[in-house]
């Protein structure tokens, strides 16, 4: 069973509080758009899809009770100012984080849904709501059906692409950050194409980032590996290039994949802090570095990562960190204390901290973007050519997965891209 961050049904939204994870399991209710934008704002809720699908049902669930109690409140006295009081409302959560792209599609669209509705003749406030309510329901299922679209097109990616020449064997990769069912709808977007390779019995480990300063890998992607049971080891950031060198022949290290919370148009993109550095160390070591998002998180009006808003967080969360405590149980092993969190000092005392939430990755460094529509590469001229996914129709063209051979071929008529040399 995948792990579920968002819990919803009509007039009730419930999000997994990630700040209590992996030692507490802890379901917030969000009642009130000051409720979702403190969850958004404080990282109770990350991921640039989760955000974008909480802060849509949050006034989805605001609606739904309002039309169910048949007392909107505050009242709403015609369709305009429904549609008003809803875009405005989307506007609001648009503050609580500013790099992910996924978030402004999301208010773009929806504020386009309400408009429509309410320029119709004789449109009421309640068919407002009702549109917009089933609009952010939409998102909620094609987040999850992008995702494994997303995992079976990255796995085929990779499997077609890895140096080996032994057709069935399989691969090891690194993951940054977390990209599972917490940071998104369900299944994951890097963490999807990983969980696609597992299934197909084509992945042999994965390696997972502490991401630190808010080790949302060693905290929550482990979390994800744990219980998913797929084999994994957790590494500190600063591991990375030795793991490489040292590990990447004898564990077929084929690929990097990451997420994204923002793609430019020229295919720079902005992810978790660290992200960059993956990147440099990839290409170097001759390693496929990958990143997995949805078309939403592809921003065709920002023209590069010189452009993207890079949001700046405490220098709090740098120079202490948050854990259950532990302690020596009689045979000398470390035990967690039962309890609440505690917060400790790991610098120096009056050190200050510079603490970018992301970083910008060039798109020269990046091999391939995976999107739910296939995956992008640079022609010649080392240009995406996005129009390969923009341009393709909703029919559902994933690769087909025969569990016990692996991932196997496209189906008639999609054709992947022609595989390029392995690195040397």
């Keep these: 069973m995948v792990l579920q961050a968002i819990k919803y049904s009509r007039g009730k939204l419930e999000i997994l509080d990630q700040l209590r994870l992996p030692h507490e399991e ?30 849509a049902l949050s006034i989805a669930a605001i609606a ?5 109690d048949k007392e909107p409140i505050p009242p709403v ?9 809803i875009t405005s409302g989307l506007h609001y959560l648009l503050t609580s984080r500013p790099t992910a792209v996924n978030l402004a599609d999301a208010a773009t669209k929806l504020s386009a849904v309400v408009k429509a509705v309410a320029e119709k003749l004789d449109s009421t406030s309640i068919a407002v709501l009702e549109a917009y309510i089933e609009a952010a329901e939409r998102m909620l299922v094609e987040d999850v059906q992008d995702n494994e679209r997303i995992g079976k097109y990255g796995a085929h990616w990779i499997m077609q692409k890895k140096a080996s020449g032994v057709a069935d064997t399989k691969v090891s990769v690194i993951t940054h950050c977390n990209t599972g069912s917490l940071a998104t709808a369900g299944y994951g977007t890097a963490l999807g194409v990983i969980r696609s390779l597992h299934s197909s019995n ?36 600063s591991m990375a290039a030795a793991l490489m060198r040292a590990k990447g022949q004898s564990e077929n290290i084929t690929a990097v994949i990451v997420g994204a919370d923002r793609v430019a148009a020229n295919g720079d993109t902005a992810n978790k802090i660290g992200t960059y550095a993956l990147a440099i160390l990839a290409q170097h070591h001759g390693l496929k570095f990958l990143v997995a998002a949805p078309r939403t998180t592809v921003d065709m009006a920002t023209k590069s990562g010189a452009d993207i808003v890079i949001e700046e967080r405490p220098e709090i969360e740098v120079l202490n960190i948050k854990g259950p405590a532990v302690q020596a149980n009689a045979s000398g092993e470390k035990e967690i204390v039962g309890g609440s969190s505690v917060e400790i000092c790991i610098a120096a005392r009056n050190s200050h901290a510079w603490n970018p939430a992301f970083d910008i990755t060039p798109a020269e460094l990046i091999d391939g973007i ?6 992008v590469e640079k022609d010649a001229q080392g240009v995406f050519q996005w129009n390969k996914v923009f341009d393709a129709s ?23 891209a022609e595989p390029t040399a392995p690195a040397s």
């Design 26 to 55: 802890v379901y917030n209710e969000i009642n009130s758009l000051e409720d979702a934008w403190i969850a958004i704002k404080s990282m109770q809720v990350r991921g640039a899809p989760a955000i974008a699908i909480v802060a």
């Design 77 to 85: 006295a015609s369709a305009k100012h429904a549609a008003e009081r």
């Design 202 to 237: 084509s992945l042999h480990h994965v390696y997972y980032t502490e991401t630190r300063p808010y080790n949302q890998g060693s905290r929550l992607t482990g979390y994800e590996l744990i219980h998913d049971e797929i084999p994994a080891t957790l590494i500190t950031d």
């Design 370 to 375: 995976i999107t739910e529509k296939g995956v």
């Design 64 to 68: 739904a009770r309002q039309l169910r």
């Design 394 to 416: 909703d029919v559902d063209d994933v690769p087909e997965v025969d569990e016990a051979k692996g991932l196997g071929m496209l189906p008639d008529g999609i054709t992947p």
